[in-house]
């Protein structure tokens, strides 16, 4: 067809400009590229940074830091509760320390149940996801948006959860969002809702609470211990799960 004359103007101005037009794109290049490459060398000088700290404590203490760990799971029974989980794995810690002769700075304990297929109230379908909890952990968070679970009113029969930005973005999530746990019923029938709360990370980046690290979380949907509990007394479920760090 024939070309307008619009085209004709841009096409003799990239002709007569050709090097300033090729600098602009090798400008655009290089700023795209060093703007998505930001993320990594952040995470890269969080390491370094995080290095450094252990290869200081190292010369002053002449002491290697470490962490101990253990994952596993508890078959439910009646009297099962968080406190009971929580206290078999101090117990469990206390061998550790007492045995190895180790000072703690830092522990880190992840309860959770079976990932279970889930629907939402924002079209979400088909996917599993798992109730978890972790003590002390709003101590560790700053909330992106919403409120933590401690805080946020919620309606009767629906229960308040927090997730990381990783699973936000993996679920397609946004506060506010209901998420039922459609075949997960309590002996009424009724099924397990809890509703998205609020969107945490981590209040700092070298905080050594978090051997596991908010974007390692993969299909975690966090709750209180009142609510966990409450999951256990009135959702069947074979095992409760469980991950322990020292640090």
């Not at 002449?62 to 117990?91: C, F």
């Not at 099924?191 to 609470?209: R, Y």
Request: proline content about 2%; charged content about 25%.
């Amino acid at each position: 067809g024939r070309e307008t004359p619009m085209f004709r103007f841009v096409t003799k101005k990239i002709k007569n400009k050709m090097w300033l037009t090729v600098c602009l794109i090798v400008g655009i290049s290089f700023l795209v590229a060093t703007l998505s490459s930001q993320p990594m060398f952040k995470a890269g000088s969080l390491d370094k940074l995080l290095e450094n700290i252990f290869q200081d404590y190292i010369t002053e203490v002449n002491e290697y830091p470490t962490a101990i760990g253990r994952s596993g799971g508890y078959a439910m029974t009646e009297d099962v509760t968080t406190d009971n989980v929580i206290s078999q794995l101090e117990k469990l810690q206390s061998g550790w320390v007492e045995g190895m002769g180790i000072d703690v700075s830092m522990t880190q304990t992840m309860l959770f149940f079976d990932v279970e297929i889930i629907e939402s109230s924002f079209g979400n379908s088909g996917k599993y996801m798992s109730v978890s909890h972790m003590p002390k952990m709003e101590e560790h968070i700053q909330m992106l948006c919403g409120e933590d679970y401690l805080n946020y009113e919620s309606k009767e029969d629906v229960y308040p959860c927090i997730i990381s930005q990783r699973i936000m973005e993996d679920f397609n999530l946004v506060e506010g969002e209901v998420i039922d746990f459609v075949n997960w019923e309590d002996s009424n029938g009724k099924t397990l809702k809890l509703v998205v709360a609020g969107i945490f990370k981590e209040k700092e980046s070298v905080d050594n609470f978090w051997y596991i690290e908010p974007w390692e979380f993969e299909n975690n949907l966090f709750v209180s211990e009142e609510t966990f509990n409450y999951v256990m007394k009135n959702y069947e479920s074979k095992y409760v799960y469980f991950k322990h760090n020292v640090l």
